[in-house]
């Protein structure tokens, strides 16, 4: 049953995430180092900072559970 649970939560974020991609194309630039800059769409720069988001908790949260053995 609880895989069922996840499995349905997975799917949910997915297509949130396909939905919002769809919304989102416009382009945007980024402008980093030295002038230089990219243009990207909306929607990927914004699921890059999502999925960095998610690794950056997952790499506390195992340091922490680490520290506490």
Do not use: D, H
């Amino acid at each position: 049953m609880m895989k069922m649970i996840i499995w349905f939560l997975r799917i949910s974020v997915f297509a949130i995430l396909a939905v919002f991609a769809s919304q989102n194309s416009q382009p945007v630039v980024l402008q980093y180092y030295l002038n230089q800059s990219i243009e990207l769409p909306l929607s990927a720069v914004m699921l890059a900072f999502f999925a960095l988001g998610i690794f950056i908790t997952i790499i506390f949260t195992y340091c922490r559970f680490r520290s506490e053995k």
